[in-house]
Every structure is written in C-alpha cells, then in structure tokens.
C-alpha cells in the first residue's frame, strides 16, 4: 500500500489552549485508521483541521495528501481534492429528496437546465452502492436515523471521496444498523476508499480497524496494529491508567418500595391506535438502580415520559410516591415530587446552547435562590462552582457557553442541575451515549454514591453490558409492554434478549 494521508506535527491553538500539541498520523491507501481519545481530547479538532474547517494558517504544522502538500483554505477545496467528513451531527436538509439532497450544491444540468433524470439515475446508482433499497425521491425526513447515515455516506461518494471521515456514525443506530454501516466502510475499503473512523464503541474499533490512534490532552500517545492490541490496551493509553474494570459496582443497601407506577399507556402522537406503551406497571425501591431494557421502539423513553409528565401525546398513568397518589402532568410537577430526569437527547431537551455552564446548571433551582422573587447571585454561583467540583465538569469557567463542552462534560452539567435540587428519584435515558470510558466511568461512580444516599435510580440504556454491570434489577420491553422482571443475579445478555424477543411476560 501507499501512503494517501500524512499530517505532521500539528498544533492548533484556542487562545492560550492547545487543542493539539505536535499530532501526527499516518494512513496509506485502502486502510481504515481509528482515532480513540476521550471526549475533548482533540480527535474531532484534528479532522477538522484536515477538512479544512479550521484552515490553513489557523493551525501549525504540515498535511500531505497523495504526495502533495495540502494547504486549503475551505472544506470546498478538501471535497474536490476527495476528503470528505460526516460529523456525528447530520447536515441533510430534511424536508428535501435524498436526491436533492445528494447534489445540493452541485446540481447536474444541460445548457443551463436541471438534468434531473441524470440526477436521479445517479442516485440510484449510489443508494444501491450504499445498500439503501429506496426510492431517490424519497424525502429524508422520512428516513430512519441509520438510513440517513447511509444517505450522508452516499453522499459523499457522490463527491469521488477518496477519504472518508466517520465521526461517532453508530452512535444514534440500532445494532442492526450499526452492522450494515460497519459492512458497508469494509466494502468502501476494498474498493480503495480509505477511512478515518472515530468512535467511543472500542468493540467496532477493533472489528474494523487496520490501525488504531490513541489522542490523549491533545497528544499523540501511539499507534499499533489493531489486531495487536486488547480493549484493555486502548483504554489504558485513552485515560492514562490501567482500569481493571469498566463498571465499578459497588455494594449499596436498598430499602423498601418508594414507588409504584400501574397501567401507564401512551398513544402514539400521529395515531391514536397505536400504543407506544400498553399498561405498564412497576415498584421501584429506594436506593435501586433499575434498569430498563428493550430494543429500539419497544417503549422505553416513552415509559420514563409519563412518568415525569413530558410525553407529547395523550397518556395515562397511575402512580404512587411515598404511599400517596400523586398526578403528574407536568415535568414541573415531577420535579416538585422530587422526580428529575436526564433525556436521551441532550443536545434537543437537555442543555440550552448558547447559554452558560452555570446557567445550564441552576436553571432547574431557581426558586431555591431567590428571596422574594430577587435572584440572590452570589448564592447562585456559590451552588454552581460547588456543583461543577463536585461532578469533575472540566470547564474553563462557568461562565462559558455549554455548547463549547464535550459531550461527556455537557452529561455532567445536566447531571449537576438536577442533583442540585436533591431528587428521590433520577431517571437517566441513555447517560452514557457518545461519551467516552473515562468519562463514563466517572458518571457509573457518581450513580453508586447517589444510591448509597438513598436516591433512586431508573436507567434506561441500549447498551447490554452496561446494563448488566449497573443495574440491581432489570425490566425488559417489547412494544409497549413490560415482558421481563429480571433481578441481576448471573443475568445474561442472552436472557434479557430472549425476554425481549418473546410474547410471554417473564416474572
């Protein structure tokens, strides 16, 4: 093989910050090279300097692409050259046809007409490269999450790529998805399209991956052989210390039951025929970690919806809190009874942007700093520093926009606003998604010392281990209905999936 990428001792500064202190790889045609690091630690800085979104004379250092130096000025430039980037976040205009989509920007014509018969010809040809059996005039929006994926890539092989850039790509699909994703990168390889994978999910990383690059704080801390290396290998060298293991469970006393839900049912929001949840019922117990699992639209965030009163569609639900009945129609009411929930979509429902770390923080304790409806700020942000040492949210300041976070410090952020306003019970929707092992491991600690103080936790989450190595007991689901009440005891992840997959309902 030959070498297509070399990117040499590459800086990139924000301010007094190096982002990236002297980082170089390597990737020779034909190959896929994995990028590991935690959140923050500038894999996604590095290819941005690549793609030139951050261009040449905003960084130091040298790119070589196919024997020549690189120096762009625009992502529009690296494209043409056959570099492409999909980022984890999908740029599809969604109310246009894939095929508008594909050629936006770049439309076929014919003496300055529109040649839409080439461009749906040509699409056709690319959904089948991609292994998308849909129509070119579909609209995107109708798509599955995976499916738009598919669209993205097909998308940039309209392009000629050469290169392809996948940022966290599985991150939002199914495994099913994910499967036909990680199938369709080793076709592009053996068609010659070499690939920069990034990704926190170091199973795929070693499934996929010819070489692997460990970036830590912005350095280059090595690359091996992927077949070289154990899992343990990679996240010794991401975090810089041995982690014996992955899920620090700890022993934690768990008292009686504080709450039971009955007969929640939820209709869907566009049918009121289908039931997205069907007469579920539950107890969940102080200082228990229950998980809930299930497959992907078996109900799960629904479920949680209801119970802290922010399902969008008509819902019933009956629940007991303390021994006494409460109704719940609000997230507001929730958190008044002590019910706070961290979603599974944090960039949507969970943080506000362009608002600050501190902000993002207190905004669910307001009440609790004011005096006569006066903000007291100095108490305020007495709470907020107090909040971010606690949780280890890395942050330059609270003052500084959320957005500018990593993933696993924005989780943390949104951890601290509602564990300022001291819940019972905290429901977690998928907590760890798109985070990192290290930040993950500190985020597995803090629930084991929120259940040792007796608060409860219900964890939803896709991923079986980590179901497996946190919860006390599991509830499984299977459209709408709860089919397992599984207690942790030598579980397996074969026995959670054949309750999910099953018609019975298992005690």
Known sequence: MSTLLEMKNIIKRFGPVKALDGVSITLQKGEILSLCGENGSGKSTLMKVLCAIYPQGEFEGEITFEGQPLTATSIKETEALGIAIIHQE???????????????????????????????????????????????STRVGDLGVGQQQLVEIAKALSKNAKLLVLDEPTAPLTESETEILLSLVQDLKANGVSCIYISHKLSEVKAISDHICVIRDGKHIGTRLAKNMTTDDIITMMV???????????????GDVILTVSGATAWDTSSSNIKKVDNASFELRKGEILGISGLVGSGRTELMQCLYGSYEGKSTISVCLDGEYESIG?????????????????????????????????????????TYSVLDTPKE????????????VKTSG?????????GGNQQKAILARFLAIEPKI??????????????KYEIYKLMFALVNKGISIIMVSSE??????????????????????????NLTQEAIMDCALSEGVAA
């Open 90 to 136: 999908l740029t599809l205009v969604k109310e246009l046809s894939i095929m508008e989509n594909l050629f936006l920007g770049a439309e076929m014509s014919h003496f300055g007409v529109l040649d839409f018969t080439t461009m749906y010809l040509e699409t056709e040809k690319l959904l089948k490269q991609v292994k998308l059996a849909v129509s070119p």
């Open 240 to 254: 810089g210390r041995e982690m014996k293991q992955l899920f620090p469970r700890e022993p934690h006393p768990i």
């Open 330 to 370: 609000s997230s507001q009411q929730a958190l008044q009874l002590g019910i706070a929930m961290v979603p599974e979509d944090r960039k949507r429902h969970g943080i506000i942007p362009i608002m600050s770390v501190g902000h993002n923080i207190s905004l669910s304790g307001l009440d609790s700093f004011a």
């Open 381 to 392: 942000s007495q709470s907020i520093e107090s909040s971010i040492d606690k949780l280890k």
């Open 398 to 406: 609270s003052e500084l926009a959320i957005r500018n976070l990593s």
């Open 426 to 439: 905290l429901i977690l929707d998928e907590p760890t998604r798109g985070i990192d092992v290290g930040a």
């Open 464 to 489: 079986l281990p980590e179901i497996l190595g946190i919860s006390d007991r599991v509830l499984v689901m299977h459209e709408g209905e709860i089919k397992g009440n599984l207690i942790n005891d």
